[in-house]
């Protein structure tokens, strides 16, 4: 797991925290350097969650292409959905009657579907199992 895209909430919360106990403990003490040192702290911890909010990992990237694909076959849109394929793909689904196929000398494609979903596939582990053999 990457811990900067993939930032689990735990980690941005718990360096802030950290940040606020020195924060805190360098006001009770009038420690200038304590203080200072919690507010970059916390600071940190801010940024840490900004750049993860902000920045996509290549598992969202996918995700989100995939479901473009899946709008631009859903609205039919066949030249938006062949920008997402490679040139010399081919692909068939039978259950709902597509039917898309490139080629050099050209292109067929029939369509009866009426709606197409992508369910989520994957998720974050918050620990991960360790076998012992």
């Known amino acids: 797991m990457n811990y900067i895209y993939e930032t689990p909430w735990w980690l941005p919360t718990g360096i802030a925290l950290l940040g606020v106990i020195l ?36 598992r969202e990237k996918v995700v989100k292409r995939t479901n473009a694909w899946v709008q631009s076959v859903e609205a039919r849109d066949w030249n938006r ?19 898309w196929s ?13 709606q197409a979903r ?5 998720t974050r582990p918050c620990c991960p199992i360790k076998s012992f053999a």
């Open 118 to 122: 992508v369910r989520q596939q994957w």
């Open 23 to 58: 924060f805190v403990t360098g006001n009770n003490r009038l420690e200038k350097r304590l203080r200072t040192g919690g507010i970059v702290v916390i600071a940190l911890a801010v940024i840490l969650a900004v750049v993860s909010f902000l920045l996509d990992s290549d």
């Open 102 to 114: 490139t080629a050099r000398a050209g292109r067929r494609n029939t369509s009866d579907l009426r």
């Open 81 to 99: 959905m062949a920008t997402y394929l490679h040139p010399n793909v081919a692909v068939s689904v039978f259950a709902a009657a597509i039917r």
